[in-house]
């Protein structure tokens, strides 16, 4: 994950504390802990993709800090916690990871 960067995603599964199913509806209360801060309710945006799967969009200050926790509740759901660290560079740039110091590289070169 980038840091402090919008439209980006956290995948977690929800599934049912009564028989192990996937929890395919309600919607999921998501908190965020950031550099082992003060935990907050989030203030993205949770969306089920199917099979119990769930996407959580978290707003670009969601992901400023070097540890980010996002702990997922659902009624009749065991919750879920997803850490991660983001990181200052851009790994999808595959010239010089978005660092702009670095001179561009060739492959094989």
Sequence with gaps: MRKNTASQYVAFQ??????GSNVTSGTPTVYVTIDGGTQATGL?????EGNGQWSYAPTQAETNG????????????????????????????????????????????
């Design 44 to 48: 993205g945006t949770s969306t089920h």
């Design 66 to 109: 070097d540890h980010v926790a996002f702990t997922m509740v659902l009624s009749g759901a065991v919750s879920q916690a997803v850490n991660v660290y983001p990181v200052s560079f851009d790994p999808t740039d595959s010239v010089r990871l978005g660092l702009t110091a670095l001179p561009n590289a060739a492959a094989d070169a």
């Design 14 to 19: 929800m599934i049912s504390t009564t028989d």
